[in-house]
């Protein structure tokens, strides 16, 4: 079975400094890795996603990632946010399997930014 | 716009009632999925179709019910309300060998 663990789950942050949100997962087979972004009332969009290859990952909206095998981690990361970036962000992982998997989300990590 | 439609986007009703959320996946997906999402448990995934047929299961009650229907859209029957259930439930779709699923606004359902 996968799980995942959002290590914080409120991030305040002033506009234009960096974030990093944290995220580990568990899985005793191979995973692909997404983030994922909620905006108030809205559903959720896909920021990124790693499915092999560079472990870097760059997304939308000026977010990247880096997964860590051996750390079994996926940190999202921005280097300058905006106040339009204060959302609920989750990082969810599928088995690798015929493409179409369920995803197993963490609990979330609400990165509000102050002016 | 991810092109996943949910109908109806709120939903207010009484305990013990029974409901039915609707889902129109994106054109050319067969593959629809239901998740839950509540303050206490986070999204959890529900259920999963694949071209009509039941593909995976998560924590989903007993008292609920799916089904997806030739057309591809799917319904989620909820019954015996319960005031926990009050939840967002999102439906998301993607098409087979894609890894990324495309998730609808919700329906907000509240059980008063």
């Known amino acids: 079975a996968q799980s995942v663990t959002q290590l914080d789950s409120q991030v305040p942050v002033f506009e234009e400094a960096p974030v990093e949100l944290r995220c580990n997962y568990s899985s005793s087979v191979s995973v692909y890795l997404f983030w994922y972004v909620q905006y108030p009332n809205q559903g959720l969009q896909l920021l990124l996603k790693y499915l092999s290859g560079s472990t870097l990952v760059k997304g939308i909206n000026g977010f990247e990632a880096e997964f860590n095998k051996s750390q079994t981690s996926f940190h999202l990361r921005k280097p300058s946010v905006h106040i339009s970036d204060t959302a609920e962000y989750f990082c969810?992982?599928?088995?690798?399997?015929?493409?179409?998997?369920?995803?197993?989300f963490g609990a979330g990590t609400r990165l509000a930014v102050h002016p | 716009d991810s092109g996943v439609t949910q109908t109806p986007k709120h939903l207010i009703t009484a305990t013990g009632q029974r409901v039915t959320l609707r889902c129109s996946p994106r054109s050319g997906d067969l593959s629809v999925y239901w998740y839950q999402q509540s303050l206490d448990q986070g999204l959890q995934f529900l259920i999963q179709y694949y071209n009509g047929e039941e593909r995976a299961k998560g924590n989903i009650l007993e008292r609920f019910s799916a089904q997806q229907f030739p057309d591809l859209h799917s319904e989620l029957n909820l019954s015996s309300l319960e005031l926990g259930d009050s939840a967002l439930y999102f439906c998301?779709?993607?098409?087979?060998?894609?890894?990324?699923?495309?998730f609808g606004q919700g329906t907000r359902l509240t059980v008063v």
């Open positions: 998301a779709s993607n098409r087979a060998g894609s890894t990324e699923a495309f």
């Open positions: 969810a992982v599928s088995k690798i399997s015929g493409g179409y998997n369920k995803l197993i």
